[in-house]
């Protein structure tokens, strides 16, 4: 995570909601609504719940995690794999709930 003032990634926490950047001491970083939900048209979260809208429950709950995850995988962490794995581990289980609705016969 990165701040919005310096564009620099040293921030640290004091405490349980602020977030302060160590080289510009700026309190305003947005922990509900950080950067890497932030994209070009708005909100991720809106985006997903356009997506999983008209999906069944734990299908819609797979697949915002993926969108999510491969969303912010460059921006939250130092090392990208690390969402990947995330979006990874939740779209291999995505998969096997399908695969195991059609062997019930209810797609």
């Not at 701040?3 to 909601?17: H, P, Q, S, T």
């Not at 130092?78 to 995330?86: F, L």
């Amino acid at each position: 995570m990165s701040c919005a003032k310096c564009n620099d990634k040293g921030l640290i926490k004091e405490g349980v909601v602020t977030i302060t950047c160590e080289n510009c001491d700026c309190p305003d970083v947005d922990q509900i609504n950080p950067p890497h939900y932030q994209k070009a048209n708005g909100d991720i979260d809106d985006y997903i719940c356009d997506i999983v809208r008209d999906l069944p429950g734990i299908e819609a709950y797979r697949v915002s995690q993926v969108v999510k995850y491969l969303s912010r995988y460059r921006q939250k962490h130092d090392d990208p794999r690390t969402d990947i794995e995330k979006a990874k581990w939740h779209l291999n289980r995505l998969r096997n709930l399908l695969f195991a609705k059609e062997v019930a016969g209810n797609e």
